[in-house]
């Protein structure tokens, strides 16, 4: 069984920083691609950022040069460095992992999804 487990999230005035962590833990797996998604009440849920095995990124145009999305292989973790924060940043943040996963003689895809972490940020 995979696990990814948030952490980092918060209360932060406008033009703060905070910094989101996700660990994806369990066995017999390798990860393709990890990202960070958020929503807001009634809204849907969004990409913010997203990272490749090789370390290509890409930003939904609202936070480019203001986040900033890392990983560790080593760890299989993924980490989003959040500066400059704006109140319409303010959503539940979840981390997303494309898994490929080994079964026996069976290998597969699939995502996880993260608990979600709430993060708001003040006026």
């Known amino acids: 069984q995979v696990q990814l487990v948030e952490s980092g999230g918060g209360l932060v005035q406008a033009g703060g920083s905070l910094r989101l962590s996700c660990a994806a833990s369990?066995?017999?797996?390798?990860?393709?691609?990890m990202g960070w998604y958020r929503q807001s009440p009634g809204k849907q849920r969004d990409l913010v950022a997203r990272?490749?095995?090789?370390?290509?990124?890409n930003y939904v145009d609202s936070v480019k040069d203001r986040f900033t999305i890392s990983r560790d292989n080593a760890k299989n973790t993924v980490s989003l460095q959040m500066s400059s924060l704006k109140p319409e940043d303010t959503a539940v943040y979840y981390c997303?992992?494309?898994?490929?996963?080994?079964?026996?003689?069976?290998?597969?895809?699939?995502?996880?999804w993260g608990q979600g972490t709430q993060v708001t940020v003040s006026s």
């Open positions: 369990g066995s017999d797996f390798s990860i393709n691609s």
């Open positions: 997303k992992a494309n898994l490929r996963l080994d079964r026996g003689s069976i290998s597969y895809n699939a995502a996880y």
């Open positions: 990272i490749t095995s090789s370390g290509a990124t």
